[in-house]
């Protein structure tokens, strides 16, 4: 009988267009049931108990030959998720070395929380793939538990000191996320201990999110203005971008030249962010500013950043 539900309960789902990661197919290590060692609060999967390992599992043979019908060369990554925390899967480590010798140049990436990064088997796994997403909600003990609600035993101190040395160690691209419950982990000091923490960090992108989904509870997500001006309180050379778009309502103000460099050197922003925060007479500026090269544009994962230019920035720095 559970052969015939592994067949029913397909593994691979999509391709999805991921504004963040690119054309993704993705591998559910838990396609019949929710798995996880958190239950938190902004998930969007009903509330369950929380668990170390996982009971129900797929064979790593099933999920590569159904791969297989699946990927081509117009998928940019393999993303392994799950109903739940994908590293609870314990043939992990075999089936990362089992997509890539099948991935060509397709990248492979997780989807984690983040708390098995303190199995040294799973620390080495990931080490195995190209891209990483970790998953960072809070760092001090009280709102790491109100927000995340971990399995007994997970301690956050521990969980950041792995991320920290994983981020040194791991040479593909490093994702942090930080997804805010309004009135939990939106506070200043709780932003500022984010912060220290990251500064410790060697990441490719911070991704600030928020609740996109129904939630498992009775929570709410902060505005895309609430979002910008949390992105604002974090450090500027950190490579902070706003992901979530679901509470993005425009606020077109007017931005002088000044205040756009100001910006700029603060937090650079992507197209969507712009047309979100500037006006038409705004965005003609930013355009002049990028003609004469006070302006330029970097890639950063699968997104394009304004910046300002480097002479410019040199420039910045001697006069303040």
Avoid at 75 to 91: F, K, R, S
Avoid at 160 to 179: A, M, N, P, Q, R
């Amino acid at each position: 009988m559970p052969q015939s539900k592994q067949k029913i309960v397909k593994t691979i789902f999509g391709p999805i267009n991921s504004r963040r990661f690119g054309s993704s197919l993705g591998i559910d290590l838990s396609p019949a049931l929710k798995q996880c060692n958190f239950d938190c609060l902004y998930c969007e999967l009903a509330p369950s108990a929380t668990t170390n390992k996982q009971a129900d599992t797929v064979a790593v043979s099933t999920i590569i030959n159904e791969l297989k019908e699946h990927l081509n060369d117009h998928i940019d990554v393999i993303t392994i998720t799950a109903n739940g925390e994908p590293t609870l899967y314990p043939y992990l480590n075999e089936l990362i070395d089992a997509l890539n010798k099948i991935k060509n140049t397709t990248q492979t990436l997780i989807l984690t929380n983040s708390a098995t990064l303190v199995d040294e088997n799973v620390f080495n796994s990931l080490l195995k793939l190209d891209q990483v997403k970790l998953s960072l909600d809070a760092v001090s003990g009280s709102v790491f538990k109100r927000i995340d609600r971990p399995h007994a035993g997970i301690e956050i101190e521990k969980i950041v000191e792995k991320v920290i040395e994983f981020s040194h160690t791991f040479k593909g691209k490093l994702f942090i996320e930080i997804l805010f419950v309004h009135e939990l982990n939106d506070t200043k000091d709780e932003i500022k201990k984010l912060n220290d923490v990251l500064l410790k960090m060697d990441v490719t992108r911070v991704d600030l999110g928020t609740i996109d989904r129904p939630p498992a509870y009775p929570v709410v997500g902060l505005s895309y203005k609430e979002l910008h001006e949390a992105s604002l309180l974090f450090d500027a050379s950190l490579p902070i971008h706003i992901a979530s778009r679901v509470h993005a309502e425009p606020n077109h103000a007017n931005y002088g030249y000044e205040e756009i460099l100001n910006t700029l050197d603060k937090r650079p922003l992507t197209t969507e962010d712009i047309n979100l925060l500037f006006d038409e007479e705004s965005k003609k500026r930013l355009e002049h500013l990028i003609s004469n090269k006070e302006i330029a544009t970097k890639k950063v994962g699968n997104l394009e950043f304004y910046i300002l230019h480097e002479n410019e920035k040199r420039k910045r720095l001697k006069t303040h």
